[in-house]
């Protein structure tokens, strides 16, 4: 038993090594959170080094993209580049808050219903499977339509109570093959309590698959905001990248030939969102051996 | 099979009971005067309309009976199909309104959700563990799912639409002509259906294709593959067992993935203006529509639940397991 003991921190040390080993040679995962690391840089920096307010009215209106205006300005002279970079932070926070509530209400549903098994399981995989089959945009639609004044905050958080199904289905299933191990077991018989064994020894030992869980969720509540805010639900102040889209949208960029304004904002999304699905799938072959490239 | 239809009927029952229920509380329980909203809009001065209007609305809502009695009201009102008069059209009832629109959204859902799924699976299952094309397929599905919707909408209706002028960029049909029976405007609705659905089509195939090719991948690594490449069957036969084990989950993501394909709907139909509920939905927000928006709400809902128990019914079909009473589909 002391040996074990002595051994289990030294193992585990060992195994993240290795993790890391396959992770910095991985060319999915670097490349993938390199794309992401970079655009996070550029929306926290960009709008300190670009002065300005975003939606300011300027002087030279329709302009393509030119030294001044790096990428070009929208019909009223606003800056492409500064409402780019201001975009971005609002795609990121939007990410973190309805990732971040989607997996923690994912865990908490999955782990619950996984490790408790039996009635609790039946009620809540019943929730899950009836929150599952709404079309989720069609509720945000109806919420943020109510909500006077919007904010990306609350859109996060709505996004996040609407999209951990999928998530608490998954970390349920995972649950489920490790609640019959010998060391959760062996924890249930040292008298440890439901919570000390989620926590100590269900959880880690998926944390890789959490993980991985997280960055779908955040990919995901950056598509759906998106679409909120093309539809006309997105925040009633301020820039993100959805409501440059919409914007351009309807102040008829396409026909006017405006590349310059909905190509931007689209690549944005479409590259932090893909950058996260790459890395996603280098995570999954650094942590899961069978997958590795050799 | 009994439990596993009476079960997945219980869900959707549960969830028409919830989304209704959803439907209610929101305009009475939000933060914010629906009425008070719909009131100022209409930008009268007079105290007195004022009054009048703000009567009016909270006679509509019901909002001066007892709150059960409201919610009795509601589905009973619902059941006959009575979702309120469009603020928008008015006074065109909200049900006539949807129903104009619905065809088109249908037209163009159903075709390309389905030509997505099959070429989708198609192409993956061929990818897979077949290094040069794969290195193809996985980059190329992988920028197409993290696409949204209407960016790769905008950027088709831009590079076919506007440079090269093959595809009308906006509505249905031409504006000169009135919708008929004819060949000429089945043409100029083909003609305009092309595009939303190129895009529909496009965005959701990648998401098929890395799935189906995963999964594969995974069957091609099993016990019965195995056995039967050391028996010697030739890759052609195995890879066919492999790809009839893998549709199985494709089938399950379908209904999961219902939700989603009907959201990127939406939002490319607002980009094309293309008539059906996305431009609807649209057309409600700006105007404050609420009764429109909610009626929308519940035919989207009501459509995705049909279409989950359709695929229900499909999933019994195609694998035995469920019809003799066996753990194969997760309820």
Redesign the interface.
């Not at chain 2, 799912?145 to 790769?152: C, E, K």
């Given at each position: 038993m002391t040996t074990l003991q002595e051994s289990e921190p030294r193992e585990r040390e060992g195994m993240r090594r290795e993790a890391l080993h396959f992770a910095v040679r991985n060319a999915k995962l670097v490349t993938g959170f390199g794309i992401v690391v970079v655009l996070l840089v550029l929306g926290m920096v960009g709008p300190l080094l670009a002065g300005g307010t975003p939606n300011d009215y300027g002087t030279r209106p329709m302009s393509p993209p030119s030294a001044e205006h790096w990428l070009g300005t929208t019909t009223f002279g606003q800056d492409i580049f500064l409402q780019f970079v201001h975009g971005l932070r609002a795609t990121f926070l939007v990410g973190v808050i309805g990732g971040g509530i989607a997996a923690v209400i994912g865990m908490l549903v999955g782990f619950v219903a996984g490790y408790r098994g039996g009635a609790v399981d039946e009620v809540l995989n019943m929730l899950t499977n009836v929150i599952l089959v709404i079309p989720t945009l069609a509720v945000l639609l109806i919420i943020n339509a109510y909500l006077g004044i919007r904010s990306v905050a609350v859109q996060g958080l709505f996004i996040g109570l609407t999209q951990w199904p999928w998530a608490a289905r998954a970390i349920r299933a995972q649950t489920f093959s490790l609640r019959t191990r010998e060391f959760v077991d062996l924890a249930r018989m040292s008298g440890a309590g439901t919570w000390r064994i989620i926590s100590r020894e269900i959880a880690p030992n998926m944390s890789s698959y959490l993980f991985m869980t997280f960055i779908l969720l955040f990919g995901g509540a950056i598509l759906i905001a998106s679409s909120l805010d093309f539809i006309g639900l997105g925040p009633t102040e301020g820039v993100s990248l959805g409501l440059m889209l919409q914007n351009a949208n309807q102040w008829s960029a396409l026909q006017l030939g405006m590349w310059w304004w909905f190509v931007p904002p689209g690549a944005g999304i479409t590259a932090i969102v893909g950058a996260l699905y790459v890395a996603n799938v280098g995570l999954d072959e650094v942590f899961n051996p069978k997958l590795r490239e050799t | 099979m009994r439990r596993y239809f009476s079960r997945k009927l219980l869900?959707?029952g549960?969830?028409f009971f919830?989304?209704v229920t959803?439907?209610w509380l929101?305009?009475r329980f939000?933060?914010?005067d629906?009425v008070a909203?719909m009131v100022a809009r209409a930008n009268v001065a007079q105290p007195e309309a004022v009054e009048a209007m703000r009567a009016y609305y909270n006679d509509l809502f019901g909002f001066d009976q007892p709150l059960w009695q409201q919610y009795v009201n509601f589905w009973g009102a619902m059941f006959q199909g009575d979702f309120g008069i469009s603020i928008w059209l008015f006074p065109t009832p909200v049900s006539t309104v949807i129903n104009g629109a619905v065809p088109y959204t249908l037209g163009l859902i159903i075709p390309s959700v389905l030509l997505s799924w099959v070429v989708g699976n198609r192409f993956g299952a061929y990818a897979a563990r077949r290094k040069l094309l794969d290195n193809t397929v996985l980059?190329v599905g992988?920028?197409l799912?993290?696409?949204?919707?209407?960016?790769?909408a905008?950027?088709l209706?831009?590079a076919l639409?506007?440079?090269a002028g093959l595809f009308p960029?906006a509505g249905g049909y031409s504006f000169s002509m009135r919708p008929n029976w004819s060949w000429t405007f089945a043409l100029d609705l083909l003609h305009h259906w092309t595009l939303p659905f190129l895009s529909l089509f496009l965005v959701a195939l990648g998401g098929w294709a890395i799935g189906m090719r995963n999964m594969i991948i995974y069957e091609l690594?099993s016990d019965y593959s195995n056995y039967l490449s050391a028996l010697g069957a030739p890759a052609r036969l195995i890879r066919r067992y492999a790809f009839r084990n893998a549709v199985l989950p494709q089938i399950t993501g379908l209904a999961?993935q219902?939700?989603?394909l009907?959201?990127?709907a939406?939002?490319t139909e607002?980009?094309f203006a293309y008539p059906g509920l996305?431009s609807l939905?649209?057309k409600?927000?700006?105007n404050q529509d609420?009764f429109l928006?909610?009626g929308?709400?519940l035919f989207?809902?009501l459509g995705?639940?049909i279409a989950?128990f359709i695929i229900d019914i499909v999933y019994v079909v195609v694998d035995p397991r469920t019809r003799a009473g066996m753990a194969g589909a997760q309820?």
């Open positions: - | 869900i959707y549960l969830t919830v989304a959803v439907n929101i305009p939000m933060p914010g629906p909203s980059p992988y920028v799912t993290a696409m949204p919707y209407m960016w790769l905008v950027l209706a831009w639409g506007v440079i960029v690594e999961l219902l939700g989603v009907v959201a990127g939406l939002v607002i980009v996305g939905i649209l409600a927000i700006q609420f928006l909610q929308t709400f989207i809902v995705v639940l989950n309820a």
